[in-house]
């Protein structure tokens, strides 16, 4: 008992943060090194005040920015945070090219692991809702952006050739990520952030589909209302 009471006071902590970008809600995340107290950020957006003091409170210090990819309500705090911090900030070679993001401090990836400070990121290339979108696992955590949420998947806004790279994308995570993993999306359709893989696959509809054609027929249904009614997780 007292070893894994150990063991999981070793793994990061997880704190994710409650945004506002305009209307839209959506969760940033840190992540946080028990030993080091190395942190990293995924897609900061919002309110900086929220950041500092989630930092502070943990006696953690900014390594890192990653980027799952370059829609505005997921890179608002970058440029802030750069100056302020004087990290460096990861977005995927494709998503740079693509979207034509730029700051200081930013580099470019391929699909190979790195670490900041003591945490290890290993990137999953998950293309579709933007061309170079990423999921990155860091433990046993999967920052899914808007690629993958509890309750869904994201969008690819009526591109037939973009959400069939989407439906690979999402057997891609099906083959790759294990079942405790656990999802931490950009977006809450009302569940909160942090279930497991497991219980995704089972209930994310998604997630059912074995081929390319009814996954496309699907998601690109007609009627769908409220793509952007996000709520928060209860
Ligand atoms: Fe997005």
Redesign the pocket.
């Known amino acids: 008992m007292s070893l894994s009471i150990r063991q999981d006071s070793l793994k990061l902590q997880v704190i994710p943060l409650r945004m506002y970008f305009l209307v839209i809600k959506n969760y940033s995340y840190l992540g946080i090194n028990p030993v080091s107290h190395d942190a990293v950020i995924i897609d900061p957006t919002g309110e900086m005040e929220k950041i500092e003091q989630a930092l502070e409170k943990a006696d953690a210090v900014l390594r890192g920015i990653l980027i799952t990819?370059a829609?505005p309500?997921?890179i608002q705090l970058v440029k802030p945070l750069v100056k302020k911090y004087s990290c460096p900030v990861w977005m995927s070679r494709k998503e740079i090219v693509t979207s034509g993001f730029n700051c200081d401090r930013l580099i470019g990836f391929d699909e190979i692991p790195w670490s900041v400070g003591q945490i290890k990121i290993k990137p999953f290339f998950t293309p579709g809702?933007?061309p170079g979108s990423v999921c990155y696992l860091v433990e046993d955590n999967l920052f899914t952006?808007?690629t993958l949420f509890t309750e869904g998947c994201?969008s690819c806004f009526g591109d037939r050739a973009a959400t069939q790279v989407l439906y690979n994308s999402l057997q891609y995570l099906k083959r790759e990520i294990t079942p405790e993993t656990r999802i931490f999306p950009?977006h809450s359709y009302g569940k909160k952030p942090g279930n497991s893989f497991s219980s995704l696959l089972q209930e994310n509809i998604y997630l059912q589909f074995n081929n390319s054609v009814d996954f496309c027929a699907f998601r690109l249904r007609k009627g769908q209302k409220n793509l952007f009614n996000f709520r928060w997780g209860a």
Do not use: K, S
């Open positions: 990819h829609h309500d997921h809702h933007t952006g808007d994201g950009g």
